[in-house]
């Protein structure tokens, strides 16, 4: 199914993104992670398409075609994106979200934070945040994300990203997958691309430093574990199990974080960058989740 490329503007920002699907079908908002694109999720945006769904894989807020503003890299903002584009798109409805990585994180704090406007939430390899604070701190889930602390360094993180016309980002994306995949250099060189700029490179790098101003801040830390509001959208966790960066402790007791029983699917042999390594898995494990939540009318 052929896919289209949106340009879509927000009160906040222009956003870029691709779209399979009828217009009229339910709307499933698919959210890509770091140091990716809308692209990652061009194999899974047909295969929703097929079973009627509306599906749109924008590019986030700084990341490709999307504007690249100074500011607004902290998880309230973006999650205002997203709820802006998921009122463009379908209004006084709910939306099916899906979040891979960064996106994972975005779609969490969407949903505990803006309810009503997400129907159900998927998330692919990204740990509930009061999960993370939790655990980030045991040795072996420390070593695995010292890259979130190097990128607290000013300046330097985005001046290796964008080098060279960016050629460290599809190194860092074979890195993630699990060992033995293969992907071309033609596959990954839109994401090298899209980093080569030093302005897309700083923003990506953004995230992280927003998100560990609040991890890194006791009090803030604290409020997480014991104020974050409890997500009421059904929600599955699917999780590639060759993830490098994040463990598979980070897939259990779940069940504090939610109004109802957390689903959690495991996708062996598959590493961190699934949707890219694994559409069809990912795909599918979606629509089972969707197909048994559609979406009802806010009351």
Request: glycine fraction near 6%.
């Amino acid at each position: 199914m052929p896919l289209a490329r949106l340009s879509i503007p927000l009160d906040s920002l222009r956003v870029q993104a691709l779209e399979a699907g009828p217009p009229d079908g339910p709307l499933v908002l698919l959210l890509h992670g770091f140091p990716e694109l809308s692209e990652s999720w061009r194999d899974v945006l047909p295969r929703l398409a097929a079973e009627g769904y509306h599906a749109v894989a924008p590019d986030l807020r700084g990341y490709g075609g999307t504007d690249r503003p100074r500011w607004g890299y902290d998880l309230d903002t973006l999650a205002q994106d997203v709820e802006q584009l998921a009122h463009h798109l379908q209004p006084g409805r709910p939306v099916h979200v899906v979040g891979h990585d960064w996106g994972g994180a975005i779609a969490y704090h969407l949903a505990a934070t803006r309810p009503e406007v997400v129907a159900t939430l998927t998330v692919v390899n990204c740990p509930h945040p009061s999960v993370l604070v939790r655990r980030i701190w045991k040795p072996a889930q420390l070593r695995r994300s010292w890259y979130m602390f190097f990128f607290q360094l000013p300046w330097l993180p985005e001046r290796l990203l964008s080098a060279h016309g960016g050629q460290r980002v599809p190194w860092l994306i074979r890195r993630g997958m699990a060992p033995g995949t293969r992907m071309s250099d033609e596959r990954l060189s839109p994401y090298a691309a899209n980093l080569s700029h030093p302005d897309a490179a700083r923003a990506a790098v953004e995230y992280y430093r927003q998100s560990m101003r609040g991890l890194l801040n006791p009090a803030q830390a604290r409020r997480m574990l014991r104020d974050y509001p409890r997500i009421r959208a059904p929600f599955r966790l699917v999780w590639a199990e060759e993830d490098p960066a994040l463990g598979r402790e980070l897939t259990v007791d779940l069940e504090p974080y939610f109004e109802q029983p957390p689903q959690v699917s495991y996708l062996p042999g598959v590493g961190h960058f699934a949707p890219l390594e694994a559409p069809e898995q990912v795909a599918a494990r979606i629509l089972e989740h969707l197909e048994a939540h559609p979406p009802r009318s806010v009351h």
